[in-house]
């Protein structure tokens, strides 16, 4: 399949974004993704202007998309949707600042309010969130109006107390300083986002930040994916089992509350009475069923039996056979998944020589897994993911690179050479691991891994065997004992990559696992950083992409993302870009994280001859 043939190609180039569109309402535009630093948004059409210094949201979220295609007054509130909504159901933490994993970002995106957030999470478009308006006088200050009477949940630690500029400034001044109540200093994910920021509160309601330099990232940083802003009274508690689940360590502001979130029961949100954006959500409640995103003939069961509303198979031509086979009762939409799949190399042990990093770089046969596990629904990614069109190397240079040409023989001439040379042979064995939730869903990979290998580098030395991200990979990355492995990396949370470059790449990256420490590298991701011109921005990124790519991404080698073709029954109205039509699927979910727009956008309709009993008795317990 052609890099540019497919329907999300197609979709994305006819959606071009100007520049106007991402800096929008807000003040400077960026920001990046999740754990190793892959994204970005937008597009060429940039016509210079000045960058807006002030913004005011309002009090609801004007410009958001609200149920496309559905008036108002045909949307029904109540209902209880059960969907497999956050991916797996592993956390590593239920601290938001220090963990890892992607659920806890997700889960987070619903329960807590941030302090400013996405009207239009693709194109970058910010609206007040916990700020209602903000200003930014000059490049480096930003002061934040908090909204009045935004309330904790009420829990023997908040009391229901109200939401401050004190919880503002604890929540900035924890990540920068990196450092629990008793004193330790565990791994804080964004540390280095919030490193030199003074952090002023001249009253309840008013937060000035001022940044050491000028960051054109900052803002839409505040948005992202991981930018919730968690309860200090709960979080402190909490510290020292930080990786024991218990809706009391979230308390929220939000849409949801947590009602239960236990290991091994089904999490379960509950509408937030006192949520500030009155008449949302829709449903009284969401539940993401426990266990069922591994075990795929499960999940398919509960589909068939509506027990979840939305269900996607392994294999997109069966979820196609079940779609074809309820024609009248089901919708069918294609999401572009935000989480890029990643083969991250250990360049401090096997791979300490940057030519066998290099060949397995072209090793890796992008193409053949997007076909071997997606049916062809996907398209190879750069360092900067297509996801990110503004930023991201375009398909017609990305196709001229090592590892993503089109002529395979090349690419494997190139391998072996550099495999050979590199001393690869005498490496003896070498384990390329498969992370256990991604096998459960695609038990093959194991086997088509070390095929892979040893087919393209003409030897019989690779095999794959299981890991987990919580036990083998995420302890041990900052001692850089972690294994090879492919599978998921974080989810792209945003349409801007610079501060997830420098995150991952810069020599003071707080997740540059790989110990990159390139000064050329650095001083372009930096310049990057400090410009609010998005033009000039762009430049300065493929410029350190084309350093990123030239090294194999020093081992953290970005693969491809892929689509998910979903089934839907027909009474579930879901979050979608565009609505389906006669013989046309539905677009999905956005690209990064925006769970308050699902607030308004996720509803149930009685009235659809698809509803059920099932449906109509389901308890929050």
Same mark, same amino acid.
Request: charged content about 25%; glycine content about 10%; some cysteine.
């Given at each position: 399949?052609?890099?540019? /043939?497919?329907?999300?190609?197609?979709?994305?180039s006819?959606?071009?974004?100007?520049?106007?569109?991402?800096v929008g309402?807000?003040?400077?535009?960026?920001?990046?993704?999740?754990?190793?630093?892959?994204?970005?948004?937008?597009?060429?059409?940039?016509?210079?202007?000045?960058t807006?210094?002030?913004? @005011?949201?309002?009090?609801?979220?004007?410009?958001?998309?609200?149920a496309?295609?559905?008036?108002?007054?045909?949307?029904?509130?109540?209902?209880?949707?059960? /969907?497999?909504?956050l991916?797996?159901?592993?956390?590593?933490?239920?601290?938001?600042?220090?963990?890892?994993r992607?659920?806890?970002?997700?889960?987070?995106?619903?329960?807590?309010?941030?302090?400013?957030?996405? /009207?239009?999470?693709?194109?970058g478009?910010?609206?007040?969130?916990?700020?209602?308006?903000?200003?930014?006088?000059?490049?480096?200050?930003?002061?934040?109006?908090?909204r009045?009477?935004?309330?904790?949940?009420?829990?023997p630690? @908040?009391?229901?107390?109200?939401?401050?500029?004190?919880?503002?400034?604890?929540?900035?001044?924890r990540?920068?300083?990196?450092?629990?109540?008793?004193g330790?200093?565990?791994?804080?994910?964004?540390?280095?986002?919030?490193?030199?920021?003074?952090?002023?509160?001249?009253?309840?309601?008013?937060?000035k930040?001022?940044?050491?330099?000028?960051?054109?990232?900052?803002?839409?940083?505040?948005?992202?994916?991981?930018?919730?802003?968690p309860?200090?009274?709960?979080?402190?508690?909490?510290?020292?089992s930080?990786?024991?689940?218990?809706?009391?360590?979230?308390?929220?502001?939000?849409?949801?509350?947590?009602?239960?979130?236990?290991?091994?029961?089904?999490?379960?949100l509950?509408?937030?009475?006192?949520?500030?954006?009155?008449?949302?959500?829709?449903?009284?409640g969401?539940?993401?069923?426990?266990?069922?995103?591994?075990?795929?003939?499960?999940?398919?069961?509960?589909?068939e039996?509506k027990l979840?509303?939305?269900?996607?198979?392994?294999?997109?031509?069966?979820?196609?056979?079940?779609?074809?086979?309820?024609?009248?009762?089901?919708y069918?939409?294609?999401?572009?998944i935000s989480?890029?799949?990643?083969?991250?190399?250990?360049?401090?042990?096997?791979?300490?020589?940057?030519?066998?990093?290099?060949?397995m770089?072209?090793?890796?046969d992008?193409?053949?897994?997007?076909?071997?596990f997606?049916?062809?629904?996907?398209?190879?990614?750069?360092?900067v993911?297509?996801?990110?069109?503004?930023?991201?190397?375009?398909?017609?240079?990305?196709?001229?690179?090592?590892?993503?040409?089109?002529d395979?023989?090349v690419?494997?001439?190139?391998?072996?050479?550099?495999w050979?040379?590199?001393?690869?042979?005498?490496?003896?064995?070498?384990?390329?691991k498969?992370?256990?939730?991604?096998?459960s869903?695609?038990?093959?990979?194991?086997?088509?891994?070390?095929?892979?290998?040893?087919?393209?580098?003409g030897?019989?030395?690779?095999?794959?065997?299981?890991c987990t991200?919580?036990?083998?990979?995420?302890?041990?990355?900052p001692?850089?004992e972690?294994?090879?492995?492919?599978?998921?990396?974080?989810?792209?949370?945003?349409?801007?990559?610079?501060r997830d470059?420098?995150?991952?790449?810069h020599?003071?990256?707080?997740?540059?696992?790989?110990?990159?420490?390139?000064?050329?590298?650095?001083?372009?991701?930096?310049d990057?950083?400090?410009?609010?011109?998005?033009?000039?921005?762009?430049?300065?990124?493929?410029?350190?992409?084309?350093i990123?790519?030239?090294?194999?991404m020093?081992?953290?080698?970005?693969?491809?993302?892929?689509?998910?073709?979903?089934?839907?029954?027909?009474?579930a109205?879901?979050p979608?870009?565009?609505?389906?039509?006669?013989?046309?699927a539905?677009?999905?979910?956005?690209?990064?994280?925006?769970?308050?727009l699902?607030?308004?956008?996720s509803?149930?309709?009685?009235?659809?001859? /698809?509803?059920?009993?099932?449906?109509k008795g389901?308890?929050l317990?």
């Amino acid at each position: 399949m052609r890099d540019q /043939s497919n329907y999300w190609t197609r979709r994305l180039s006819a959606n071009r974004l100007s520049r106007r569109r991402l800096v929008g309402g807000a003040a400077a535009a960026g920001m990046g993704a999740a754990a190793f630093g892959l994204v970005g948004c937008g597009d060429d059409d940039d016509d210079g202007g000045a960058t807006p210094t002030v913004s @005011t949201g309002g009090t609801t979220a004007a410009g958001s998309p609200t149920a496309a295609g559905t008036p108002a007054s045909a949307i029904v509130d109540g209902g209880v949707a059960r /969907s497999v909504f956050l991916g797996g159901s592993q956390f590593d933490s239920v601290d938001i600042h220090r963990g890892q994993r992607d659920e806890i970002g997700w889960l987070s995106g619903s329960v807590l309010s941030k302090i400013v957030r996405f /009207s239009n999470p693709d194109a970058g478009d910010l609206e007040a969130d916990l700020a209602e308006k903000w200003e930014t006088p000059d490049a480096t200050v930003f002061t934040f109006n908090l909204r009045k009477g935004v309330k904790w949940q009420n829990t023997p630690l @908040t009391n229901g107390r109200e939401l401050t500029s004190a919880d503002i400034k604890w929540h900035i001044e924890r990540q920068q300083a990196g450092k629990l109540v008793d004193g330790s200093t565990p791994k804080f994910r964004f540390q280095s986002d919030y490193a030199g920021i003074k952090v002023e509160t001249p009253d309840n309601y008013t937060v000035k930040m001022t940044l050491p330099a000028p960051n054109g990232s900052f803002l839409i940083r505040q948005a992202a994916f991981f930018a919730g802003v968690p309860n200090r009274e709960a979080t402190e508690k909490f510290e020292g089992s930080h990786t024991t689940l218990t809706e009391e360590a979230m308390p929220g502001t939000s849409g949801y509350i947590l009602k239960q979130w236990r290991t091994g029961k089904d999490i379960v949100l509950q509408k937030n009475p006192d949520y500030w954006e009155k008449g949302l959500p829709h449903l009284d409640g969401a539940i993401n069923p426990w266990g069922l995103f591994e075990d795929p003939n499960a999940h398919r069961l509960a589909f068939e039996q509506k027990l979840v509303d939305v269900w996607n198979a392994p294999d997109a031509s069966l979820t196609k056979k079940v779609l074809d086979d309820n024609k009248s009762n089901m919708y069918e939409s294609l999401t572009g998944i935000s989480n890029t799949v990643l083969m991250h190399l250990n360049v401090h042990k096997q791979f300490k020589d940057p030519r066998l990093v290099k060949a397995m770089n072209m090793a890796v046969d992008r193409r053949a897994m997007i076909q071997s596990f997606h049916q062809g629904l996907g398209q190879v990614s750069g360092v900067v993911p297509w996801l990110q069109e503004g930023f991201a190397i375009k398909p017609d240079d990305l196709i001229k690179l090592p590892g993503y040409r089109t002529d395979r023989a090349v690419e494997i001439k190139e391998a072996r050479e550099l495999w050979n040379a590199g001393g690869g042979p005498a490496l003896g064995e070498v384990d390329i691991k498969g992370v256990e939730t991604w096998t459960s869903v695609w038990p093959d990979t194991y086997q088509i891994i070390a095929k892979m290998f040893n087919d393209s580098l003409g030897v019989s030395q690779f095999k794959s065997t299981k890991c987990t991200y919580n036990d083998d990979i995420i302890p041990n990355l900052p001692k850089g004992e972690y294994p090879s492995w492919i599978a998921w990396t974080n989810a792209v949370n945003s349409p801007d990559p610079r501060r997830d470059l420098y995150s991952s790449f810069h020599s003071k990256g707080s997740q540059n696992w790989s110990k990159v420490n390139n000064p050329q590298l650095d001083k372009l991701i930096d310049d990057a950083l400090v410009t609010a011109d998005l033009a000039k921005a762009r430049a300065l990124v493929l410029d350190a992409q084309k350093i990123l790519m030239e090294n194999a991404m020093f081992g953290a080698v970005v693969l491809y993302n892929y689509i998910n073709r979903y089934a839907n029954w027909n009474f579930a109205h879901r979050p979608l870009k565009t609505q389906p039509s006669a013989g046309k699927a539905g677009a999905g979910y956005w690209n990064t994280a925006g769970a308050h727009l699902a607030f308004k956008n996720s509803w149930l309709d009685p009235k659809d001859p /698809s509803y059920s009993d099932a449906v109509k008795g389901r308890k929050l317990g």
